[in-house]
C-alpha cells in the first residue's frame, strides 16, 4: 500500500503558511478575496501558492471543515439550556456571532461557494437543529409553523445584513435578529401565508446562489 509522500520540511512550512494567510484573508474579505493577497501575506510566489493549493476551492475545503465544526459547539450549548427557548435564541446568536467575525465563513454559511465541495455539506449543527428547535416547540415558547427551513431562509437574510453592514455598523445584524425573535414568539405568531419551503428548494435556491457567486 502506498502513502501520501510526506512534504519537504520547507514545503510544509509554506503549505502552513498559505493556510494561516488564507484564513485570514478570507476572514477580511469573503470568499471572492484575490488569491494574490494570500500569497503576499504568506510571502511565497503565487506559483508557490498554487502548486500546493490549484484552485480555490481547495483551500475552502482545506480550512473551513474545522472552522464550521463550532456549530456543534454552539448546538451542545442549546441543547444543555434547562429553557428551550434561550437555548433556540442562544443558538442562534452565537450562530451569527460566527458569521459577524469572519466574511469568509458568512459567504460559507449562506452557500455561496460551488457545489460539490467538502464544504458544501453545512451539516455540522444542524443534525441537532429538529431537537432544538422541536424543545422550544414543546416548550410553548416558540412557533408552531416554524420548520428547520425556515432557518435557511434567515441565514441568507442574516448573511446579507452582515456583509453589507460590517464595515459600517458591525453589531447593527443584532437588532434584526431581535426583531426577527420576537416574531417567533409562540403569543405573537399569526399564521403564515406561505408554507415553508421544502429541503429541495433549500437545496435548488442555495444552488442557484453558488452558481451565481
Not at 502506498?2 to 488564507?22: E, M, W
Not at 437588532?175 to 403569543?187: I, N, P
Request: with cysteine.
Amino acid at each position: 500500500m502506498t502513502g501520501t509522500r510526506p512534504l519537504r520540511a520547507d514545503a510544509a512550512r509554506n503549505r502552513d503558511k498559505l493556510l494561516v494567510a488564507a484564513t485570514q484573508v478570507f476572514g477580511e474579505r469573503g470568499l471572492d478575496a484575490p488569491l494574490e493577497e494570500i500569497a503576499r501575506r504568506a510571502k511565497v510566489s503565487i506559483g508557490t501558492l498554487y502548486n500546493h493549493f490549484p484552485t480555490r476551492q481547495a483551500f475552502f475545503d482545506a480550512i473551513f471543515p474545522e472552522r464550521l465544526a463550532a456549530l456543534d459547539r454552539i448546538a451542545a450549548r442549546a441543547l444543555a439550556d434547562p429553557d428551550p427557548w434561550n437555548g433556540f435564541a442562544g443558538f442562534l446568536q452565537e450562530w451569527f456571532t460566527l458569521q459577524a467575525e469572519d466574511h469568509g465563513l458568512n459567504d460559507t454559511l449562506a452557500r455561496r461557494f460551488p457545489a460539490g465541495s467538502e464544504v458544501a455539506d453545512c451539516n455540522r449543527g444542524l443534525t441537532h437543529l429538529d431537537r432544538i428547535i422541536g424543545r422550544a416547540k414543546e416548550s410553548g415558547q416558540l412557533r408552531a409553523d416554524f420548520e428547520p427551513q425556515d432557518l435557511a431562509t434567515l441565514v441568507w437574510a442574516m448573511s446579507q445584513v452582515i456583509r453589507e453592514s460590517m464595515g459600517t455598523a458591525p453589531e447593527a445584524w443584532r437588532r434584526c435578529l431581535g426583531f426577527f425573535l420576537d416574531g417567533l414568539r409562540a403569543e405573537a405568531a399569526h399564521p403564515a401565508a406561505v408554507p415553508a419551503l421544502t429541503a429541495a428548494e433549500v437545496t435548488e435556491v442555495a444552488q442557484a446562489s453558488a452558481n451565481r457567486a
